[in-house]
């Protein structure tokens, strides 16, 4: 984000005034191997969902392979609630094209893909005029490429194995692992995906040094992260701050909360992340932290709720979205989801039965790591822990 | 409405050029489907074949990538799409009362096309624009902190 300021912060000349490229100038002297070693240093994780170590994905790249590589860069930012690759591709687009030069060393990559939701219009002429720049510059063209790709709508398409699908050319269905991306990905070759965000820290991380990016953070995570707060507070939106801050520090960043003024709960990472309530605030917002709380970081998207909010309804919304967004490859996702936003639909109209509440939570546990990717899981998140966390809400709407 | 399913030369040429940027050309698929839509106004099956036939794929296949994604339309849409998100940010926004004073307004359900062809509404998922929550896409456009007022004033200015 050191760049959002400035008006002009998604050109060239901005990005250079900033003393940009500067990373890749450095990196050009360094090896592959090195670069790999300096981020795995860095304690850099991945910032779009899952929290993988980078340069630990990074050197799954078998060494012995001699055809293509592939970088994706995930662009199909879809979490609800998260926002901060949109503002990362319009306002500092040379920090991600610099983070993939980089990377493109460091795993020997000739060619790049980065693939942007189809809603993201904007974002994406941005994007692409910065691409251009690029190429003119020759900082593109010499060795590496780019290909900027547009989605076409589909939630599911964030997950790395499901965008791949989508960029050959298919429905975006994940695919069975292993094998992982690193060994078969894209086109039948070896493939790293990552998120923007993630690529945005490796410039600074190879520029200043593994050990100022770790030390920016806790013991197991480096560095700062965008998160990405909405729902009711005073001041929604992008803050940059050290994976070490707590939830309740992050609320008053924001303003603190509106509405009644009184917090009831919040999603910490996305809306696949499990609900805190207003007395579980003191978490620290880095993968582990958040993993110790029973919740997780996710992408960092934060929505909060003052007391005045409904949790089943807030619930519903999301069971719709599920259902919705299921791609429907695997019968646990697909039938599950469906069924439960019916039950939820249900409770929140006045017509469900208080046993309803422990048929959902059933269904939703039996579920859970029976399917290809990591969907369903997401989804199990908000259904158990709004209803255990907030019983209370659910069963006065009941009948029965 | 229904323009001929065939693209120009000029066209044609983009195409090819989509098509070998990827290792394998049916990675431009989704971007020649855009393209397609843009030309022809939609995707019916007839666009659809005509695309299969530009990748050597089955019509089937080409049918399945479309009804997969939410921004292909299979069926005519009006000159202009008003996506509304509902999603849980948006919703603690107001979304809700949003779309009902859209659907006032237009005299129209979510999903449905106004009789004059001119506004396409839809409630859609996360559009991750959540910091300024109630807020729709308007054809291309993020209109971010929506009221009833300015949703009012956007719609005057659909042609």
Known sequence: MRNFARTDSHTLASYRGASGYAAWQKAQTMEPAALVEEVKKSNLRGLGGAGFPTGMKWSFIPKTHTGPVYLVVNADEGEPGTFKDRYLLERDPHALIEGMLITARAIRSALGFVYIRGEYVQPWRRFSAAVKEAYDAGLLGKGFDVVVHRGAGAYICGEETGLLSSLEGKKGWPKIKPPFPAIKGAFGQPTIVNNVETLCCVPPIIERGAAWFADLGTKTQGGTRMYSVSGRVKKPGVYEESVSITLRQLIERAGGVTGTGRLKAVVPGGGSAAILTADEIDVTMDVDGCRAAGTMIGSAGVIVMDESVSIPEALLVLARFYAHESCGQCTPCRESTGWIEKMVHRIVHGHGRKDDLDTILDVAKRGGGTTICAFYDGAIGPYISYIQKFRGEFEALCRA | ?159
Do not use: W
């Open chain 2, 1 to 159: 409405m229904s323009a001929p399913i065939q693209f120009t030369p000029a066209q044609l040429a983009e195409v090819r050029r989509l098509q070998g940027l990827y290792p394998d050309k049916r990675g431009a698929l989704l971007p020649v489907l855009h393209m397609a839509q843009d030309s022809f106004g939609y995707l019916s099956l007839e666009a659809e074949a005509y695309v299969a036939g530009l990748f050597d794929l089955s019509p089937a296949h080409v049918h399945e990538v479309v009804t997969f994604y939410t921004l292909y339309f299979q069926q005519p849409k009006g000159r202009h799409i008003v996506a509304v998100c509902h999603n849980l940010s948006c919703h603690l926004a107001g979304a809700q009362d949003l779309l009902r004073h859209l659907e006032t307004r237009l005299g129209i359900q979510r999903g449905e096309t106004t009789e004059d062809g001119r506004v396409t509404l839809q409630a859609v998922e996360c559009l991750c624009a959540c910091e300024a929550a109630p807020m729709a896409q308007v054809d291309d456009r993020y209109e971010l902190n929506l009221t009833a007022e300015k949703v009012d004033r956007i719609l005057r200015g659909l042609t």
